[in-house]
Nanobody, 122 residues
Framework: QVQLVESGGGLVQAGGSLRLSCAAS????????MGWFRQAPGKEREFVAA????????YYADSVKGRFTISRDNAKNTVYLQMNSLKSEDTAVYYC???????????????WGQGTQVTVSS
């Protein structure tokens, strides 16, 4: 069982940066691949980025590639999403998730956080 709590969301101007954090409970965090997803009002949840259990492999949606960076610190049971050059279309609730696959399909993730709101003003 893994419990996830996101933080770091907020209001930022276009072109600005934010860093999201996702803190996990439990001693098995390092066994899980981790993902970030987002959901804008009226839209389906979409994949943003993923990182494997060791941090050695990452995977990004085309829409964020080159702007966002996912990383993890297994000693701190935390995964991060550094978001730079933010655009208004990045506005959404951002969720972290834990699973057993480095995947973009949300159905492959077993545990989810409650989400943190990111709003980018233009």
């Amino acid at each position: 069982q893994v419990q996830l709590v996101e933080s770091g969301g907020g209001l930022v101007q276009a072109g600005g940066s934010l860093r999201l954090s996702c803190a996990a409970s439990g001693r098995t965090f390092s066994m899980y691949d981790m993902g970030w997803f987002r959901q804008a009002p009226g839209k389906e949840r979409e994949f943003v980025a993923a990182i494997n259990w060791s941090g050695g492999r990452t995977y990004y949606a085309d829409s964020v590639k080159g702007r966002f960076t996912i990383s993890r610190d297994n000693a701190k049971n935390t995964v991060y999403l550094q978001m730079n050059s933010l655009k208004s279309e990045d506005t959404a609730v951002y969720y972290c998730a834990a699973g057993r696959s480095l995947a973009s399909d949300p159905r492959l993730y077993n545990y989810w956080g409650q989400g943190t709101q990111v709003t980018v003003s233009s």
